[in-house]
Structures are given as structure tokens and as C-alpha cells.
């Protein structure tokens, strides 16, 4: 029903920077909070920022100073400026949506999740 598409990743080195992007689409009514995860080798997946329709972010004190996340609500598209980055930056990169749909049973609303995109810091 819902696609999530990102894209922007790579490898940079210490102190480079990377601006993911994720495009909704599909049978989308509307779209509340919209975030991105990351998940690195071992590790559990974890926030780096969410923003909400209204624009209110919220980070994850480890990445705020350094990561922007940004929002286009008439494309259905989230972004995520990540400047100063560092080794330990080195993530599987997740979009989130809170997404509202409808279908022929009527309205639903649930989260949806990108494929990952891999963002690799290293010299």
C-alpha cells in the first residue's frame, strides 16, 4: 500500500556530509510524524530525529549539533542533513512514517518503513 524510498547514502570520511531523502508514496491519505532510525552492525535500531507534520524535530542527543531533519509535506518527503560525521555515524539509515491510508475496508493507520540505506564513515 505505502512505499518508502530512500536514497543519499555512501561513504564520506570524518567530518564530510550526506543528505538522505525518503519519498512516500502510494494510497496515503495523510502523514503525521516522519523520522529516520539507524541500526548499526550489532546493535539495536535506534532514533537519530523524528519531525512532525507541524514541523516540531526532536534528536537524538548523540547526532543534535550535527544532523537536520527536514520535511516537504506536499511531496511526501523527509530529509536528513547529516554534517560533522563521524565513524560511529556508521549506520544502516531507516525512513519512518506515520501514515494514514485507505483501502476498500476503510481507513488505517500503521507505520511504515524504508528498505535502509547504508551510510559508511571511514577514512
Known amino acids: 500500500q505505502v512505499q518508502l524510498v530512500e536514497s543519499g547514502g555512501g561513504l564520506v570520511q570524518p567530518g564530510g556530509s550526506l543528505r538522505l531523502s525518503c519519498v512516500a508514496s502510494g494510497s496515503i491519505v495523510s502523514i503525521n510524524a516522519m523520522g529516520w532510525y539507524r541500526q548499526a552492525p550489532g546493535k539495536q535500531r535506534e532514533l537519530a530525529a523524528t519531525?512532525?507534520?507541524?514541523?516540531?524535530?526532536n534528536y537524538a542527543d548523540s547526532v543534535k549539533g550535527r544532523f537536520t531533519i527536514s520535511r516537504d509535506n506536499a511531496k511526501n518527503t523527509v530529509y536528513l542533513q547529516m554534517n560533522d560525521l563521524k565513524p560511529e555515524d556508521t549506520a544502516v539509515y531507516y525512513c519512518?512514517?506515520?501514515?494514514?491510508?485507505?483501502?476498500?475496508?476503510?481507513?488505517?493507520?500503521?507505520?511504515?518503513w524504508g528498505q535502509g540505506t547504508q551510510v559508511t564513515v571511514s577514512s
Open positions: 519531525i512532525t507534520s507541524g514541523g516540531n524535530t
Open positions: 519512518n512514517a506515520d501514515v494514514l491510508v485507505k483501502n476498500d475496508r476503510g481507513f488505517r493507520r500503521y507505520p511504515a
